[in-house]
């Protein structure tokens, strides 16, 4: 679908300027590629579902015929690796080597490798295999390949580029230039995203946040610091948590698994949010991240531009992404085409980098590290098995071996559990709302807790879902509103929701 849309009021219209500010619009396509296959170049060519040219490579003539949704490259490094896990090293060489997830395509035809195959692989042996055979492993074919790719693509690279500049010029308008910031991870797609904003504003000296989670790729650190080196004039700052060890919390309060994802807040939005609530005190922001609507189901709307939504984690901020709609491969089609640095960790396989003990980490990511971080993987491995006896699991090595850690929902066993709750999760439906697990009803023992912050207003609350309303001492406006509630998995939760405050989260 193709549309109009004002970024200023994150609003559809029907005419080149916005009927309510006035500002400019942008043209929207909102239809999705595909990859095509060239039989004939051996290359992948992205196109447009509907578009109505002919099936033919731009560089060869020949018939194209479609392939997958989705592709990424594979470098030398990692085909490597696939080639000695199925015993032939150094086959596909000569090859185009590209793939998805799990499936490998090699000259366009599928090869996959199997959950098991990763699980049972002999570590010590694939390390000795690629020592050995990385000698005689090269760049030259898979660089032919992507010259070709380059060529084959580049007007669909213009147009994503064109269209991604005037995007980031159209939001940033109303900003000054050093209230304008990026959120840089160290990822491909942050990694974009930053090349695309200052060459979009012409600005090298622009302000980087840079978040670490203290549980980052070592490739990613190298990275961060070749990025720095190479950007002189940028302002770089890291927002990271000095207070607390990552190991200390998974001690008190159990590993993350995926529904109990503490991880993130605590070492990552959360020292976000800080830095730039100290840099930009009420500052009204623009950030620029790299989030692609590809990554989440919940994005199902078009939201490029956010400014009243739970991804906003502090007041006055917006943040856009001028990537939203980019595939992997457009990405890779960015970064080879521009000849951007990247983090290594794509080389040799990995598809995202976050942090190693992830609970949305795949078998496949967990392989590699194996192989490429055994220090850091086998000190997580390992207390994940202490911890997997700690909360007595019968069978620990199995608990952790087949990834069953991460579907783990409650604190049973885990010290922390019996007392202070610190676990919620952040309510889909409304702003400003978090939903606390509770060990207990919610009843007036509870709503007593909260007189610290203002006056019980029970009168005021909505009967029908038993909501309490706290008011401020002294203005007497509603600010906290309680509600039990209820939550698949949990016997207890209470929704707590802040209204009427300037700084919600900090009340939160
Ligand atoms: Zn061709």
């Known amino acids: 679908m193709i549309f109009l849309w004002c970024v200023n009021c994150s609003k559809e219209t029907v005419k080149n300027t916005c009927d309510i500010c006035g500002s400019e619009t942008i043209k929207v396509d909102e ?15 992205i196109k447009l579902q509907d578009m109505e040219t002919q099936d033919t490579c731009p ?30 090293p150094l086959e596909y060489k000569d090859k185009s080597v590209w793939a998805m997830d799990n499936r490998y395509y090699i000259d366009g035809k599928t090869l996959t490798i199997s959950k098991t195959e990763y699980q049972q692989a002999d570590i010590d042996k694939i390390i ?43 939001t940033s308008q109303n900003y000054p230039e050093e209230n304008v910031v990026i959120s840089f991870s160290g990822g491909k797609d942050s990694t974009v995203t930053a090349d695309l904003v200052m060459r979009a504003l012409s600005n090298p000296s622009m302000v980087h946040i840079f978040g670490n989670t203290t549980l980052e790729f070592p490739t990613t650190i190298e990275y961060a610091k070749r990025y720095r080196e190479n950007q002189p004039f940028s302002i770089f700052r890291i927002a990271k948590n000095n207070e607390q060890d990552f190991y200390s919390v998974c001690n008190d309060i159990g590993a993350p698994a995926r529904m ?76 080879l085409g521009e000849e951007v640095d990247f983090n290594y960790a794509y080389r040799l396989g990995y598809d995202r980098v976050g942090c190693w003990c992830c609970p949305n980490n795949s078998t496949r990511a967990e392989f590699l590290s194996k192989i490429y971080m055994p220090e850091e993987y086998n000190k997580w491995h390992n207390f994940l098995i202490d911890f997997a006896k700690k909360i007595g699991k019968p069978d620990p090595e199995v608990y952790v071996d087949t990834g069953a850690w991460k579907a783990r929902q409650g604190g049973n066993g885990v010290k922390a559990a019996q007392d202070v709750k610190i676990k919620f999760t952040n309510c889909t439906t409304e702003d400003n709302a978090k939903v606390f697990q509770l060990n207990r009803p919610v009843d007036g023992t509870f709503t007593e807790l909260f007189i610290p912050f203002g006056k019980i207003a029970p009168e005021l609350g909505r009967k029908l879902i ?20 209820n939550q698949e998995n949990f016997e207890y939760s209470v929704k707590i929701k802040v209204l009427n405050v300037e700084k919600p989260d900090d009340l939160l």
């Open 260 to 335: 109990l994802r503490w991880c993130c807040t605590m070492f990552k939005t959360g020292p976000i949010t800080r830095i730039l609530n100290s840099l930009y005190p009420e500052t009204d922001i623009l950030t620029f991240y790299g989030i692609r609507k590809c990554e989440s189901v919940s994005r199902s709307k078009y939201n490029r531009v956010e400014d009243n939504s739970e991804s906003v984690k502090i007041q006055k901020q917006k943040v856009a992404s001028p990537i939203f709609l980019w595939k992997d491969i457009d990405i890779w089609l960015y970064i």
């Open 59 to 88: 560089l060869c003539k020949n018939k194209i015929s479609y392939l997958c949704v989705d592709l990424r490259p594979v470098f030398p490094e990692e085909r490597l690796l696939l080639e000695i896990i199925k015993g032939c």
């Open 128 to 170: 000795k295999d690629l020592s050995e055979y990385k000698k005689l492993n090269d760049y030259k074919s898979f660089d032919k390949y992507i010259s070709k790719f380059i060529k084959a693509n580049s007007d669909r690279l213009s147009e994503i580029f064109n269209e991604a500049s005037n995007f980031i010029q159209k």
């Open 466 to 485: 038993k909501e309490t309303i706290i008011i401020d001492m002294a203005t007497n406006v509603p600010i906290i509103s309680i509600q039990p509630f």
């Open 31 to 45: 239809r999705i590629p595909v990859i095509y296959w060239c039989d004939e170049c051996k290359i992948p060519l």
